[in-house]
């Protein structure tokens, strides 16, 4: 007990830097982000525009049903004409995620506040067994 009353400063930094080292977990380390299934779910319920934003031939070679292609360097440009309407749920789609979440932050900027990366990309869509078609 005298350990603690002597030290009660390092005991109260050590938890707090635990805390903050553990906050991205606790909050989800994938936010702004959705699962195959989360995102099954707001296209059936709210509409939401499914856009690739993975190259032309890695879409073409297989995609999500009814997903628009819009190459991530293109992004800015086409994606205004592409879904017009602002106010859709919109689901970010590349191979792995990660090209995803860039372009989260870029449809945020151009206005597309509902705008989320799907987690894991097109390799969590296939895992779950979700359809996809190619063009």
Known sequence: ?????????????????????????????????LSAQGAVQLINRERAVVVDVREPEEFAAGH????????????????PTAVK?????LLLVCASGSRA????????????????????GLKSWKDANLPLEKA
């Open 1 to 33: 007990m005298k350990f603690i009353v002597d030290n009660w400063m390092l005991i109260l930094i050590a938890l707090s830097s635990g805390g903050m080292l553990a906050w991205p977990m606790v909050r989800g380390a994938n936010a702004g982000s």
């Open 64 to 79: 999500v049903t009814g997903a628009k292609n819009v190459p991530l360097n293109q992004l800015e440009q086409k994606l």
């Open 85 to 89: 309407n602002k106010s859709l749920p």
């Open 101 to 120: 979440q860039r372009a989260v932050a870029t449809a945020k900027k151009l206005g597309y506040e509902q705008a989320q990366a799907v987690a894991g």
